[in-house]
C-alpha cells in the first residue's frame, strides 16, 4: 500500500469529469470513461497518449507517493491530514491552462503562484515522518544520474526530485509524445477542457490517493476540505 498527497477537484466538479473523459478513468470510482470524440483526434489515439498518467489519475501531487514508516498508520495519517487542511486557506488558481512540460502535456499556470508553492512546501515538510526511506531500487528507478544537484538532495532528503524550489504544479494528461504531435494534440486538447477551464480552479481540499498493490490504479481515499468552513468547497 502506498498514499500520497494531492490536489484533484471534487467528483462532481467539471474539471474532474472532462479529465476522467479524456484519462478514461475516474480517479474516485477507479471505473472506465468513454474517451470524448474530438475532431482530429481517434479514441484509440487518446487512450494510448493517455495510458501513463490513467493509472495514477487526475491530480497534481504534493507528497508523492510513500510508504508509511515504521510506527506509523493510515488511521495516524487520516487525523494529521484532516487537522493540517483545516490550518491552510484556498488557493486560487488563475491561469491554469493546457500546457507542455516536456514532451508531455497537462494543464500548467502560465504565471507563478506564491501561494501554491507555499502550499505544496508545507505538504512535503508536514508529513515527511510518515514516509518510510526509499530502498535503493526505488532511488534506481527514479534515475538519479538525470537529475540536477538540488533534484538529487531532494530525492534523498524529501523522496521525490521535484519538490520545494524544484516544485511546478501541473496536472499530468498525457504520456511522453513526439513533437511532430503536439500542435495537434494540443489543439484537441484545449478544445476538450477549455470549456471547464472557463472559471478559475479552486484548490480548496487537500485528496488522499492509495495504491492498494504496487502497480495498481490510484484512487481517491478522501478529501479534506481546506481553510474556515465557510470557505470550504466540498464533493
Same mark, same amino acid.
Given at each position: 500500500?502506498?498514499?500520497?498527497?494531492c490536489?484533484?477537484?471534487?467528483?462532481?466538479?467539471?474539471?474532474?469529469?472532462? $479529465?476522467?473523459s479524456?484519462?478514461?478513468?475516474?480517479?474516485?470510482?477507479?471505473?472506465?470513461?468513454?474517451?470524448?470524440?474530438?475532431?482530429?483526434?481517434?479514441?484509440?489515439?487518446i487512450?494510448?497518449?493517455?495510458?501513463?498518467?490513467?493509472?495514477?489519475?487526475?491530480?497534481?501531487?504534493f507528497?508523492a507517493?510513500?510508504?508509511?514508516?515504521?510506527?506509523?498508520?493510515?488511521? $495516524?495519517?487520516?487525523?494529521?491530514?484532516?487537522?493540517?487542511?483545516?490550518?491552510?486557506?484556498p488557493?486560487?488558481?488563475?491561469?491554469?491552462?493546457? =500546457?507542455r512540460i516536456g514532451?508531455?502535456?497537462?494543464?500548467?499556470?502560465?504565471r507563478?503562484?506564491a501561494?501554491?508553492?507555499?502550499?505544496?512546501?508545507?505538504?512535503?515538510?508536514?508529513?515527511? =515522518?510518515?514516509?518510510?526511506?526509499?530502498?535503493?531500487?526505488?532511488?534506481?528507478?527514479?534515475?538519479?544520474?538525470?537529475?540536477?544537484?538540488?533534484?538529487?538532495?531532494?530525492?534523498?532528503?524529501?523522496?521525490?526530485?521535484?519538490?520545494?524550489?524544484?516544485?511546478?504544479?501541473?496536472?499530468?494528461l498525457?504520456?511522453p509524445?513526439? $513533437?511532430?504531435?503536439?500542435?495537434?494534440i494540443?489543439?484537441?486538447?484545449? $478544445?476538450?477542457?477549455?470549456?471547464?477551464?472557463?472559471?478559475?480552479?479552486?484548490v480548496?481540499?487537500?485528496?488522499l490517493?492509495?495504491?492498494?498493490e504496487q =502497480?495498481?490504479?490510484?484512487v481517491?481515499?478522501?478529501?479534506h476540505?481546506?481553510?474556515?468552513?465557510?470557505?470550504?468547497?466540498t464533493?
Amino acid at each position: 500500500m502506498r498514499y500520497a498527497i494531492c490536489f484533484t477537484p471534487p467528483s462532481g466538479d467539471p474539471l474532474t469529469l472532462a $479529465a476522467a473523459s479524456w484519462l478514461g478513468r475516474n480517479v474516485y470510482s477507479g471505473y472506465p470513461v468513454d474517451h470524448p470524440g474530438l475532431k482530429g483526434l481517434g479514441i484509440h489515439e487518446i487512450a494510448f497518449h493517455t495510458a501513463m498518467p490513467r493509472r495514477v489519475g487526475f491530480h497534481a501531487t504534493f507528497k508523492a507517493p510513500f510508504r508509511l514508516s515504521e510506527g506509523s498508520s493510515e488511521t $495516524a495519517l487520516l487525523r494529521e491530514l484532516m487537522h493540517f487542511a483545516g490550518t491552510m486557506e484556498p488557493v486560487v488558481l488563475d491561469g491554469l491552462n493546457v =500546457g507542455r512540460i516536456g514532451d508531455v502535456y497537462g494543464l500548467v499556470l502560465d504565471r507563478p503562484c506564491a501561494e501554491i508553492d507555499y502550499l505544496a512546501a508545507s505538504v512535503v515538510q508536514a508529513f515527511d =515522518g510518515f514516509r518510510a526511506p526509499l530502498t535503493e531500487m526505488e532511488i534506481e528507478r527514479r534515475n538519479p544520474e538525470r537529475l540536477s544537484a538540488p533534484q538529487f538532495s531532494n530525492l534523498h532528503r524529501w523522496g521525490h526530485a521535484y519538490v520545494m524550489d524544484e516544485f511546478r504544479f501541473h496536472m499530468t494528461l498525457t504520456g511522453p509524445l513526439l $513533437a511532430r504531435d503536439f500542435s495537434r494534440i494540443e489543439q484537441a486538447m484545449r $478544445a476538450h477542457f477549455d470549456q471547464s477551464l472557463s472559471e478559475p480552479v479552486v484548490v480548496s481540499n487537500l485528496a488522499l490517493f492509495i495504491e492498494p498493490e504496487q =502497480g495498481a490504479p490510484f484512487v481517491v481515499h478522501s478529501l479534506h476540505p481546506m481553510g474556515r468552513v465557510s470557505n470550504r468547497k466540498t464533493a
